[in-house]
Nanobody
C-alpha cells in the first residue's frame, strides 16, 4: 500500500534552517507530483510547495517563496523540503502528500489525497 513517512522536523530558532524528507513506497514514485502541506493549531491545512514527477516544475505558497525549496530524488523515492530563514509563523505539522493521478503536474490542494503522518516543526523567536 501507499506509504509516506516524513522526517527531519524539530525545534529551531528564528532565522535557522531545517530539511524535511519524505520517503515514499508502495507506488511508482517517479510518475507522481508530490506536495508539502502544513497545518498549525486551529488552522486549515495549507499547501506549501509542489513538485512535478520529473522535478523540473515547482510551485510555492507566497508565504514561503524564496525561503523554501522543494526537490526530489526519484532514485531514492524521496522528496525534500529545504526550509531557510525560518520564522515563528512557520511553526506547524508538515505533511508530504501524493497527487491523485500520475503523469500530471498538480498544483492545487484538492489534487492531493494521500498523506504521511506529519513531522512537527517549531520555530522559536
Amino acid at each position: 500500500q501507499v506509504q509516506l513517512v516524513e522526517s527531519g522536523g524539530g525545534l529551531v530558532q528564528a532565522g535557522g534552517s531545517l530539511r524535511l524528507s519524505c520517503a515514499a513506497s508502495g507506488f511508482t514514485f517517479s510518475t507522481y507530483s508530490m506536495g508539502w502541506f502544513r497545518q498549525a493549531p486551529g488552522t486549515e491545512r495549507e499547501l506549501v510547495a509542489v513538485i512535478g514527477w520529473g522535478g523540473r516544475s515547482t510551485d510555492y505558497a507566497d508565504s514561503v517563496a524564496g525561503r523554501f525549496t522543494v526537490s526530489r530524488d526519484n532514485a531514492k523515492n524521496t522528496v525534500y523540503l529545504q526550509m531557510n530563514s525560518l520564522k515563528p509563523e512557520d511553526t506547524a505539522v508538515y505533511y508530504c502528500a501524493r497527487a491523485r493521478g500520475a503523469w500530471t503536474y498538480r498544483r492545487s490542494a484538492p489534487d492531493y489525497a494521500t498523506w504521511g503522518q506529519g513531522t512537527q516543526v517549531t520555530v522559536s523567536s
